[in-house]
């Protein structure tokens, strides 16, 4: 999809967008979102390259880390804050579709677990198990 | 405060009312206990069935306003009236105490259920007001059987029907009464005149906290909705029985630390007649939590006490105004102390929910859970972040524009996976 196309469907639902660069075929915006009153505010930034990828990272703070957990859940990089929001061998999200019916309300969804995250290091936002490893040595402890 | 946080507050708020309340099937179990206590007590042979007894709920129970413990392994309890129409003339309370025990214990159950109460010390006689069943092993509760005197015409009364908005009759209120039994009465054992025995009324205050608590001032009730022994379970409760629920909660866990003698901590019906003073009819939990909580201390009246010459702190009962349920913080100082330190807590905690807006489910989190334990609360947590996840997997979350709220409105949530874990 175009990314003039892209741009203007973000900017329809997200006035106050504020775009970094955007050409032809290309853009970088940044917004805030609040998946809920209660949750604090973030700042992401959207990196759209037409009709190859989409990346999407949170920019306005270093996100702290639960207690009990090492590294952030469901990211491509805990240092790069990069969210992973979707299963790319599923093919989940294609470059036709529209970041603003896609990207943007998973990026929404991924703060609002994210924060639940922080209570008790479970991830209850569904995907793939960040934890399936432990939960096997666990298993594996429990018999011995 | 705006209404979009009020009511995503409140959600939060009822729901960890509902953790902190029995489950259906505990109501339920718990019904069908005394109802065979009851059907105990007056079947056909039982030496009490001339008298026609009774067993009816009191109390938490009846109010709808009970809480489980802090300690799971700690027993609920449940406070039922064990009520008879009439007496033999020569019946002191101690012959109606220990007919009802002996009656009880004439079943091999609840024989053993008495023997288990505190290694059986109060077997022989009964507690100071009550007999006590321990329902031990299964289920985790016991049931504190007060037996009593009341009029015939107690049973009509139940079943009249009052609005929120009538007057309570006095003359009404006053035939709920009951007459009860107490060890420590001098006339325990000797006087046979009922009018000299202590008067209760569990059925006339719950009158009036049904009253109170109506959100709709035309609705019609019975108080037989509330203390019929078959009483059905519910699943949803008034908004005062929920800040009743709330603010027991947060007691028990201020209480359970270690820095508070225990013994002289806030009692239930000194919070519960507060609270329901200061209620104001809201519909929203937390405005009626906040007003009752900015209001609850106001209603701590200061009366004079000429026998004493000095200013005595009074909750007066509101249907028996001579009775002060504050009566013991006369003589122990620190009861009063501990109810103002609650309640300075209680403005302290409700200041942190408050100022909650954007600051983190994880704050919030942490709030309540010193307010109200930490495991319900995550509880609350959890099942709110699952109950996100069906909406979306039904088809029914939507994210608004602007910055992005989940909710009902807005484009529609489409199924996805989270991924990751890319890093080595």
């Known amino acids: 999809m175009p990314a003039n196309n892209q741009l203007s469907a973000i900017l329809e639902a997200f006035p106050d967008a504020k775009i970094l660069s955007s050409k032809r075929d290309n853009f970088e915006l940044e917004i805030e979102l609040q998946p809920s009153i209660l949750c604090e505010i973030y700042k992401i930034k959207i990196v759209y390259v037409s009709n190859k990828s989409v990346k999407v990272y949170v920019v306005d703070k270093v996100l702290k880390i639960a207690q009990n957990r090492q590294k952030l859940p469901h990211v491509y990089s805990t240092k790069n804050q990069q969210l992973c929001l979707y299963s790319p061998s599923k093919k989940e999200w294609k470059p036709t579709q529209y970041i603003i019916s896609t990207i943007i309300p998973w990026a929404s969804e991924w703060l609002y677990y994210y924060e639940l995250w922080l209570i008790d290091g479970n991830w209850y936002g569904g995907g793939h198990d960040e934890y399936l490893n432990e939960e096997l040595n666990k298993i594996i402890k429990d018999e011995r | 405060m705006e209404q979009i946080y009020k009511t995503e507050i409140s959600e939060y708020l009822e729901e960890l009312g509902k953790e902190l309340d029995i489950t259906q099937k505990e109501h339920e179990e718990i019904v069908k206990s005394y109802q065979a206590v009851g059907n105990w007590l007056s079947k056909d042979d039982s030496s009490l069935t001339p008298y026609n007894p009774k067993i009816l709920p009191q109390g938490s129970f009846m109010l709808g306003t009970i809480v489980k413990p802090i300690n799971p392994a700690d027993d609920i309890d449940i406070d039922l009236v064990c009520k008879l129409e009439k007496k033999p003339n020569a019946w002191t309370q101690r012959d109606l105490k220990i007919r009802v025990g002996d009656q009880l214990k004439s079943n091999s159950t609840y024989d053993r259920m008495l023997w288990e109460h505190k290694d059986g010390e109060n077997y022989d006689e009964g507690g100071r007001r009550c007999w006590t069943l321990k329902y031990a092993d299964v289920a985790g509760y016991h049931m504190d059987i007060l037996p009593s005197f ?115 901590r806030p009692i239930s019906v000194i919070i519960t007649t507060l609270a329901t003073l200061a209620y104001d009819r809201s519909e929203n939990l937390i405005d009626a939590y906040s007003g009752i909580v900015a209001r609850m201390r106001s ?31 006369i003589d122990v100082k620190q009861k009063e102390e501990y109810f103002y330190l609650w309640l300075d807590r209680l403005e302290e905690d409700l200041e942190k929910i408050n100022y909650s807006k954007g600051r983190g489910l994880q704050y919030l989190n942490e709030s309540l859970s010193k307010m109200y334990g930490k495991e319900v609360t995550t509880r609350v947590f959890v099942n709110s972040g699952k109950k996100k996840m069906d909406l979306r997997e039904q088809g029914h979350l939507k994210m608004a524009g602007g910055i992005g709220i989940l909710g009902e409105v807005g484009t529609k949530v489409q199924q996805h996976n989270f991924e990751g874990d890319f890093e080595k």
């Open chain 2, 299 to 329: 209603y701590i009246e200061d009366r004079f006490n000429p026998e004493t010459g000095q200013y005595e702190k009074w909750v007066a009962n509101p249907i028996n105004k001579v009775e002060n349920f504050a009566d013991k913080w």
């Open chain 2, 150 to 264: 009341s009029s015939e015409g107690l049973t009509y009364l139940m079943e009249k029907t009052f609005s929120g908005d009538s007057e309570l009759n006095e003359h009404d209120l006053q035939a709920l009464a009951i007459r009860i039994t107490d060890t420590e009465k001098e006339n325990y054992s000797t006087d046979n005149n009922i009018e000299n025995w202590h008067k209760s009324n569990p059925f006339g205050y719950a009158q009036w906290f049904l009253q109170k608590a109506l959100i709709s001032k035309r609705r019609m009730f019975s108080l037989n909705e509330s203390i019929d022994p078959v009483r059905e379970y519910e699943k949803e409760k008034l908004p005062l029985q929920r800040v009743v629920q709330l603010l027991k909660r947060h007691r028990d866990i201020m209480f359970s630390s270690d820095e508070f003698d225990c013994e002289n």
